[in-house]
């Protein structure tokens, strides 16, 4: 399980900036395809403090490469 915690620092209205809509990063590997993140959204809003937290293996890591575009290979962002 992946959760994203926000904690607006004050509450003044904001906007987004940076928005997820169902992300999907896949790793192709001899063995068959591992979906590493399946479907993940959120949004950051100006302001914020967001974090990402869950167990080891969730895809904390992955997530946070492909907001960056830097999957590493033979990881893909999926457009389903």
């Known amino acids: 399980m992946l ?4 904690i607006q620092a004050n509450q003044v209205r904001t906007f987004p900036i940076l928005t997820v809509e169902d992300l999907h990063v896949h790793f192709q590997l001899d063995q068959g395809v591992v ?3 399946d479907g993940v959204s959120f949004q950051v809003n100006q302001g914020e403090i967001a974090g ?6 969730c895809g904390k890591s992955v997530t946070a490469q492909a907001v960056m575009r830097i999957v590493p290979k033979p990881g893909k962002i999926v457009d389903l």
């Open 35 to 37: 979906r590493a993140v």
């Open 52 to 57: 990402l937290i869950g167990e080891s293996g």
């Open 3 to 6: 959760l994203l915690m926000n």
